[in-house]
């Protein structure tokens, strides 16, 4: 099973705002290329989102099915595949003050193929195309100049800034892990 962790961090965000742009998965296609289409499902009262999605994946298109809980409180959205082309993906976007109140999001997800002879080479490709998504949307969705990857770099520029997450405010690029 693999890994994906992000944090972002904008200062011109609250937590709230970060969220409500989040949560709009119906724009993601409008944002990213490789996201081809997300049909969101209205939740009947006490239940919840459903959403289908179609991403891009080297010369084919991964497509599942997911459910979505929006916790409006806590501004966080838990997710897990239902059907698809996983054999298991779940995860969770949450957004909460960082400094000085600001927007922190910090997405997280874990994925599994189910095909143990393939592992090798295709959990990392997917990794790789996961985490580009996402750090995509992140930085087309919540900032008008998109944050900067911290990968090599000594100091962070830019609106807002991309990192791994756990790390604390010395660590570089982006996590991905065999879990």
């Given at each position: 099973?693999?890994?994906?962790?992000?944090?972002?961090?904008?200062?011109?965000?609250?937590?709230?705002?970060?969220?409500?742009?989040?949560?709009?998965?119906?724009?993601?296609?409008?944002?990213?290329?490789?996201?081809?289409?997300?049909?969101?499902?209205?939740?009947?009262?006490?239940?919840?989102?459903?959403?289908?999605?179609?991403?891009?994946?080297?010369?084919?298109?991964?497509?599942?099915?997911?459910?979505?809980?929006?916790?409006?409180?806590?501004?966080?959205?838990?997710?897990?595949?239902?059907?698809?082309?996983?054999?298991?993906?779940?995860?969770?976007?949450?957004?909460?003050?960082?400094?000085?109140?600001?927007?922190?999001?910090?997405?997280?997800?874990?994925?599994?193929?189910?095909?143990?002879?393939?592992?090798?080479?295709?959990?990392?490709?997917?990794e790789r195309v996961l985490r580009e998504t996402i750090e995509h949307i992140l930085r087309t969705l919540l900032a008008e100049q998109g944050p900067q990857d911290t990968a090599g770099a000594e100091e962070l520029r830019g609106a807002g800034d991309l990192r791994a997450a756990g790390g604390g405010p010395s660590a570089?690029?982006?996590?991905?892990?065999?879990?």
């Amino acid at each position: 099973m693999r890994s994906v962790e992000l944090l972002y961090g904008d200062p011109r965000l609250s937590p709230h705002e970060a969220y409500e742009r989040v949560r709009d998965f119906a724009r993601y296609p409008d944002l990213v290329d490789t996201v081809r289409s997300v049909t969101v499902h209205p939740a009947t009262s006490g239940s919840p989102v459903l959403s289908d999605w179609e991403v891009d994946f080297r010369n084919g298109v991964l497509a599942w099915s997911e459910e979505d809980v929006f916790d409006d409180r806590d501004l966080s959205i838990a997710f897990r595949q239902t059907e698809g082309d996983f054999e298991s993906f779940d995860g969770r976007w949450d957004i909460a003050a960082g400094p000085h109140g600001t927007a922190q999001v910090r997405f997280t997800a874990t994925f599994d193929f189910g095909l143990p002879s393939l592992a090798g080479i295709v959990d990392p490709v997917a990794e790789r195309v996961l985490r580009e998504t996402i750090e995509h949307i992140l930085r087309t969705l919540l900032a008008e100049q998109g944050p900067q990857d911290t990968a090599g770099a000594e100091e962070l520029r830019g609106a807002g800034d991309l990192r791994a997450a756990g790390g604390g405010p010395s660590a570089e690029g982006v996590s991905g892990r065999a879990a």
